[in-house]
């Protein structure tokens, strides 16, 4: 258990600078950006999902945090807060790197990454300027408002730092009992549920990218290495994995129906993925 303490005050700790940079950049724009600059921001989100598979790839989940922030703030698109869910690295990256697994190899799985979180960011944007006629107003303000945070009565540093501290909490909290629960079942009964199961392991190794810390990647790499699941599988869950940012979604973003749709189509995305270069036979 006091490595399970350990391991959430860790990983909660290496996140901070990304959500008070998120915080700092929706509270720069709340408080200093003329409307002009706002519909500047707005409009470069037709980029977003290209920007956002690249940054996505970079072995930090702090990045996925930052993306649900601006989403929640609408800086952001929905394409491009998939194509960072969907690319995001988490611990894989350096596992990768510390077993020696050849560049080639390492390179070709964050490739497919990339393109798969680009091709569904760029696609889901697409379907959401056809669909949807009204575009949705910059909802920095209502952050702030679900947050309680009376940014109008202080700077911007000590709003983004409440913001920061608030989130930073609550990460720890749930980090906590999920690590825990984690401890209890065991790494090795949650391999089990995944082994030798053609399509269903995609499933299930979607199910585990859920997990809304870094074990998830750090578990999945290592089956993989271990031999005890495909690459495909592998890559199911990590496309669904995106560290804490669907802990932080579910925190800043009040829209409750609209989480559970996110959350559904990213683990739609990635196990329909898996399951395809499964059939495919992919060997790397």
Same mark, same amino acid.
């Given at each position: 258990?006091?490595?399970?303490?350990?391991?959430?005050?860790?990983?909660?700790?290496?996140?901070?600078?990304?959500?008070?940079?998120?915080?700092?950049?929706?509270?720069?724009?709340?408080?200093?950006?003329?409307?002009?600059?706002?519909?500047?921001?707005?409009?470069?989100?037709?980029?977003?999902?290209?920007?956002?598979?690249?940054?996505?790839?970079?072995?930090?989940?702090?990045?996925?945090?930052?993306?649900?922030?601006?989403?929640?703030?609408?800086?952001?698109?929905?394409?491009?807060?998939?194509?960072?869910?969907?690319?995001?690295?988490?611990?894989?990256?350096?596992?990768?790197?510390?077993?020696?697994?050849?560049?080639?190899?390492?390179?070709?799985?964050?490739?497919?990454?990339?393109?798969?979180?680009?091709?569904?960011?760029?696609?889901?944007?697409?379907?959401?300027?056809?669909?949807?006629?009204?575009?949705?107003?910059?909802?920095?303000?209502?952050?702030?408002?679900?947050?309680?945070?009376?940014?109008?009565?202080?700077?911007?540093?000590?709003?983004?730092?409440?913001?920061?501290?608030?989130?930073?909490?609550?990460?720890?909290?749930?980090?906590?009992?999920?690590?825990?629960?984690?401890?209890?079942?065991?790494?090795?009964?949650?391999?089990?549920?995944?082994?030798?199961?053609?399509?269903?392991?995609?499933?299930?190794?979607?199910?585990?990218?859920?997990?809304?810390?870094?074990?998830?990647?750090?578990?999945?790499?290592?089956?993989?290495?271990?031999?005890? /699941?495909?690459?495909?599988?592998?890559?199911? @869950? #990590? !496309?669904?994995?995106? *560290? =804490?940012?669907?802990? +932080? %979604?579910?925190?800043?973003?009040?829209? /409750?129906?609209?989480?559970?749709?996110?959350? @559904? #189509? !990213?683990?739609?995305? *990635? =196990?329909?993925?898996? +399951? %395809?270069?499964?059939?495919?036979?992919?060997?790397?």
């Amino acid at each position: 258990m006091l490595e399970v303490v350990e391991d959430t005050l860790m990983d909660s700790i290496k996140l901070l600078p990304f959500l008070f940079v998120a915080y700092l950049i929706m509270e720069y724009i709340e408080h200093k950006t003329s409307n002009k600059a706002k519909n500047i921001v707005k409009k470069s989100g037709k980029f977003g999902p290209f920007l956002g598979s690249i940054l996505g790839i970079f072995p930090q989940c702090g990045f996925s945090a930052m993306a649900a922030n601006l989403y929640a703030g609408r800086i952001i698109t929905l394409g491009t807060l998939i194509a960072i869910f969907l690319s995001t690295s988490d611990e894989m990256l350096p596992i990768l790197l510390s077993e020696a697994v050849p560049m080639d190899v390492i390179l070709k799985i964050v490739a497919m990454k990339l393109i798969i979180g680009m091709i569904a960011g760029f696609a889901i944007d697409f379907a959401v300027r056809k669909l949807v006629k009204n575009e949705k107003e910059n909802k920095i303000s209502e952050v702030c408002e679900h947050e309680h945070c009376h940014c109008e009565e202080g700077g911007i540093l000590k709003s983004s730092l409440k913001h920061t501290i608030s989130v930073f909490i609550y990460i720890i909290i749930i980090s906590f009992i999920l690590n825990t629960v984690i401890y209890v079942i065991g790494e090795d009964n949650l391999a089990n549920l995944i082994l030798n199961k053609p399509i269903l392991g995609p499933c299930l190794a979607g199910i585990i990218g859920l997990i809304p810390n870094c074990a998830s990647s750090v578990l999945l790499t290592q089956l993989y290495l271990s031999g005890v /699941i495909s690459v495909a599988t592998m890559l199911s @869950g #990590l !496309l669904v994995g995106a *560290g =804490v940012g669907i802990l +932080i %979604l579910c925190k800043v973003n009040k829209n /409750i129906k609209e989480n559970a749709s996110i959350i @559904g #189509l !990213l683990y739609a995305i *990635g =196990v329909v993925a898996g +399951i %395809l270069l499964e059939i495919c036979g992919l060997q790397i």
